[in-house]
C-alpha cells in the first residue's frame, strides 16, 4: 500500500487530493481524499488506474502558406501509447491545403482518437 498526493486539475479549486493505491501488478485505488467534489475523485481514479493525456504537435506542410501545420489528438489516449502516437506523427507530411478538423491521422497506434489540424494553411502558387 502507498499513498500519492495530487493537485486536482478538474476545475479551479485545484484541491490537494491523497490517494490511498494498493500497489500490486495493477495499481488499484482504495481510498480517495481531499476532492470536493465528484469529479476530482473520478479523475484521481483515472490518474493512478489508467492515466490519460492529448498530444499537440505539428506536422509539415508542402506548398503552403506556412510550413508547419499544429495538429492534437481528438481524444485523450492513454499516457503509456504516447510515444507510439508521436512516432506515427512524426512520419505525417501534409500538402496544402489544410483546413482546421481535418483529420491527419486516423486511430494512431491503435487509439481511439483521430490525429487532427488545428491550424489552416492555404496553398500557394
Given at each position: 500500500m502507498s499513498t500519492r498526493e495530487?493537485?486536482?486539475?478538474?476545475?479551479?479549486?485545484?484541491?490537494?487530493?491523497v490517494v490511498d493505491v494498493d500497489?500490486?501488478?495493477?495499481?488499484?485505488?482504495?481510498?480517495?481524499?481531499?476532492n470536493v467534489c465528484k469529479r476530482g475523485e473520478s479523475w484521481a481514479?483515472?490518474?493512478v488506474e489508467n492515466p490519460m493525456r492529448t498530444i499537440a504537435s505539428?506536422?509539415?506542410?508542402?506548398?503552403?502558406?506556412?510550413?508547419?501545420?499544429?495538429v492534437r489528438t481528438s481524444r485523450p489516449i492513454p499516457l503509456a501509447k504516447?510515444?507510439?502516437?508521436?512516432?506515427e506523427i512524426r512520419k505525417v507530411s501534409l500538402e496544402a491545403p489544410v483546413?482546421?478538423?481535418?483529420?491527419?491521422?486516423?486511430?494512431?497506434?491503435?487509439c481511439?482518437?483521430?490525429?487532427?489540424?488545428?491550424?489552416?494553411?492555404?496553398?500557394?502558387?
Open positions: 495530487f493537485t486536482c486539475v478538474v476545475c479551479p479549486n485545484g484541491c490537494s487530493i500497489n500490486d501488478e495493477t495499481p488499484v485505488v482504495t481510498r480517495v481524499q481531499g481514479r483515472q490518474e505539428s506536422v509539415p506542410v508542402c506548398c503552403g502558406d506556412f510550413p508547419l501545420a499544429s504516447i510515444r507510439e502516437v508521436m512516432d483546413e482546421i478538423g481535418d483529420v491527419v491521422l486516423p486511430a494512431p497506434a491503435g481511439d482518437t483521430e490525429v487532427i489540424a488545428t491550424r489552416r494553411v492555404r496553398k500557394v502558387g
